[in-house]
Each structure stands twice: as structure tokens, then as C-alpha cells.
């Protein structure tokens, strides 16, 4: 698990630079309240994203999350729970 904490807004931003990629536009132009649906993701983009958040924030990801958390921001809320409670429950290293 890595040391380094990982903010809500720094998902939020990591997603964005990810959409923004795939839509060939500036992430500042992704708007974090727009359903994942919206931007047309297909599913090759969506198993890719999930992947690449799973090896960035080292946890484990459904590809469901897109339909339960349907935008940047509320997925970017959950990711940021769901990292700190990992982070919480982690063993003490000595």
C-alpha cells in the first residue's frame, strides 16, 4: 500500500486527464458532474480505466463502479472512502 495519501480531488483530476485523453480534449474541459454515459465510453475504455485506477490507488475495482458512482465526482468520493477504510484496516508495519 503506498504512503502517499490520495485526496478526493486528486482522483477527481486523475480521472478527468483520463477522459480527457480519450475524448481528445483539455481534462478542465471534463465537468465532474456529467454521467460517465455521456462522455461514451465504451467498454474497452471503461476495463481500462478501472484497471488503471486499481494499480494507481491499489485496490480492488468492479467495472460496475461507472453505473453505481455514474460521475467523476460521486466516483471520486467513493474511491476516496474506500482508500482511507483500506488504509485504516492496513497492519502496522514495523
Do not use: C
Not at 453505481?68 to 474511491?79: G, K, N, R, V
Amino acid at each position: 500500500m503506498t504512503d502517499i495519501p490520495v485526496s478526493q480531488s486528486a482522483i477527481a483530476e486523475w480521472m478527468k486527464a483520463y477522459i480527457g485523453d480519450f475524448l481528445n480534449v483539455d481534462a478542465q474541459q471534463v465537468d465532474v458532474q456529467t454521467d460517465f454515459e455521456r462522455f461514451g465510453l465504451d467498454s474497452a475504455i471503461v476495463v481500462s480505466l478501472i484497471s488503471e485506477l486499481e494499480e494507481w490507488l491499489e485496490l480492488e475495482l468492479s467495472p460496475a463502479l461507472l453505473f453505481e458512482y455514474p460521475t467523476i465526482d460521486s466516483m471520486a468520493e467513493h474511491l476516496y472512502h474506500q482508500k482511507r477504510q483500506a488504509a485504516l484496516t492496513q497492519p502496522v508495519q514495523p
